[in-house]
């Protein structure tokens, strides 16, 4: 049986055949050709070199040894002071502790002097109760997730 169509004649697939052999040989001419040779350079004249006569007096008592830039000296010391001044994980938590309740009572100062009849703004009362608010949010679904994965920890199979 004949997947060809009907309208496909024996002469237009050979032609078609044909066309396809001549691309592969193409293709395997280019392949099999060797790149073309550089060029000839032009002969190098000769040039006069000077050497030095040698190291001054005392030259050699000198220290030989990398010189780092005092920028790099600045930048070195820098990343020793913060490796150095790394914060533990018990102060950053006992740190973002007090930064939420110094939002609480920030918030609870700004509502009792509006309360008061002080000139403060509401919108900065409104404000501040939200950030704190959003603060001990954050606190509290964080406190959530470590729990969590404390727990899945503890569960785990030894």
């Not at 169509?5 to 592969?24: C, D, F, H, K």
């Not at 099999?32 to 004249?45: L, S």
């Not at 050497?51 to 001054?56: K, V």
């Not at 609870?108 to 603060?135: C, F, H, N, W």
């Amino acid at each position: 049986m004949s997947v060809l169509p009907t309208n496909l004649s024996s002469a237009g697939v050979a032609n078609v055949m044909t066309q396809i052999r001549n691309y592969q040989a193409n293709i395997q001419a280019k392949s099999i050709t060797p790149p073309a040779m550089p060029t000839p350079m032009t002969p190098v004249q000769s040039q006069v070199f000077t050497l030095p006569t040698g190291p001054a007096i005392g030259e050699f008592s000198k220290p030989v040894g990398p010189v780092t830039p005092p920028v790099l000296q600045k930048l070195q010391t820098n990343d020793l002071q913060r490796a150095v001044d790394n914060p533990t994980f018990s102060e950053l938590v006992g740190d973002s502790f007090q930064q939420v309740n110094s939002l609480q009572k920030l918030s609870q100062a700004q509502r009792a002097a509006y309360e008061k009849g002080e000139d403060i703004p509401l919108t900065d009362v409104v404000l501040g109760m939200q950030k704190s608010s959003l603060a001990f949010e954050a606190t509290l679904q964080i406190r959530n997730k470590v729990l969590k994965a404390y727990e899945d920890i503890l569960n785990m199979p030894v």
